[in-house]
């Protein structure tokens, strides 16, 4: 692996993180204790778990670009971040949603957030991974 995917690697899982922290930490805080029957308690919760499917996330990700995505350039990387952040946004908001008695708030949000975190990470993807000369 080289550095400078190493260093993608890093910087999507610190970006996600600070995202996740005011997304999930402040801005939906409200809404999670009002519907506290829905989650684990967070004494309950597996955060090795947690990291372990974030790192999973981006690595497919970051491979994904790395591998398949031609050319690399910032736009690129914004127009894959803009695609799989809708399907992550839609699968994560929307599809628990249609499971789950969530509010449909909620769901917009984790839609938003979704979309969001993938744009950052193909940005930095873009901004990092150039074609090879």
């Not at 995917?5 to 600070?18: A, G, H, P, Y």
């Not at 402040?26 to 947690?50: C, D, G, H, M, V």
């Not at 690129?76 to 789950?100: E, N, P, Q, R, W």
Request: charged share 10%; net charge positive; hydrophobic share 55%.
């Amino acid at each position: 692996m080289t550095k400078k995917i190493l260093l993608t690697i890093v910087l999507i899982f610190i970006s996600w993180f600070v995202i996740d922290f005011f997304l999930h930490g402040l801005l939906l805080r409200s809404i999670y204790e009002s519907t506290a029957n829905l989650w684990r308690p967070e004494n309950q919760l597996n955060i090795p778990l947690i990291y372990i499917v974030t790192l999973v996330l981006i690595l497919c990700f970051v491979f994904i670009y790395t591998l398949l995505i031609n050319p690399k350039s910032l736009i690129t990387g914004l127009k894959y971040g803009v695609i799989l952040g809708i399907i992550t946004g839609t699968a994560s908001g929307f599809g628990t949603y249609l499971h789950m008695p969530v509010p449909l708030k909620l769901a917009i949000i984790w839609f938003f957030g979704g979309l969001v975190k993938a744009i950052v990470a193909g940005i930095i993807l873009g901004v990092i991974i150039k074609p090879k000369k």
